[in-house]
């Protein structure tokens, strides 16, 4: 089992133990998520698969805000963030813009790339390091403008 399920059902205990109920809710989902990928695969997650997960969902609620904000829906916005943050906790701190720019040039460099035709190497070479740390679409528009 991954470290990061480990906290995971560490967190769970905690929160059931406090009577928190938004943050058990929130934990649960995650864990079912994870849960689902592992049966699915028919094998244990490592922290690798758990936080591409986890990178998912704040994806996926990061777009729900968006929609929510346009539909003037507040009280989803707020539910969404809280769920955002507390899945954040588990996340690696993220990278900074300087970081990603650098981490984005050392791969060029490292792969030999020329143009946007070598971009699926650099983005090969990048997404381990960065899965979970940045918002991948904006790491291949960052690719992108540099190669192009």
Do not use: C, H, W
Not at 7 to 13: F, M, N
Not at 84 to 92: C, H
Request: hydrophobic fraction near 45%; avoid cysteine.
């Amino acid at each position: 089992m991954s470290d990061l399920n480990t906290q995971l059902r560490d967190a769970v205990k905690a929160a059931m133990r406090a009577g928190d109920k938004p943050r058990l809710a929130t934990l649960r989902m995650v864990s079912a998520a994870i849960k689902q990928k592992e049966v699915d695969e028919r094998r244990s997650l490592e922290d690798a698969d758990v936080l591409a997960i986890l990178d998912k969902m704040v994806k996926q609620r990061r777009e729900s805000v968006e929609q929510y904000e346009a539909a003037g829906r507040a009280e989803l916005v707020a539910t969404e963030r809280a769920e955002i943050e507390i899945i954040d906790e588990f996340l690696p701190q993220a990278l900074t813009e300087a970081e990603i720019d650098e981490q984005v040039t050392a791969a060029i460099r490292e792969t030999g790339a020329e143009s946007v035709r070598d971009m699926g190497r650099v983005m090969a070479l990048l997404k381990p390091q960065m899965q979970g740390r940045a918002d991948m679409s904006a790491v291949s528009a960052r690719v992108k403008q540099q190669l192009g």
